[in-house]
């Protein structure tokens, strides 16, 4: 497995992602940062099916979500 580095992906937000306002609903973060470890994971040259197939999971035990900036629909 290569050393990890940073990683940028694109996402665009659907609108079902959204609430009345267009920015996108907290829980849906959560999802957002699961497709990121997963690229993260792929730039180290390891896919999650193959890290668990090796006996290992990586269990999320408490997400804290500090927002800035909201994410929004177009």
């Keep these: 497995m290569k050393e990890a580095q940073k990683v940028t992906i694109s996402y665009r937000v659907p609108y079902a992602d959204t609430d009345q ?3 996108v609903y907290y ?6 940062f699961e497709r990121a470890r997963n690229e993260l ?6 896919t999650y099916r193959e890290f668990e197939a090796m ?6 035990s408490e997400a804290v979500l500090h927002h800035h900036n909201p994410a929004t629909y177009d």
């Design 41 to 46: 994971m792929r730039a180290c040259g390891l």
């Design 55 to 60: 006996g290992f999971a990586l269990p999320v």
């Design 27 to 32: 829980a849906n973060y959560l999802a957002y």
């Design 21 to 23: 306002m267009r920015v």
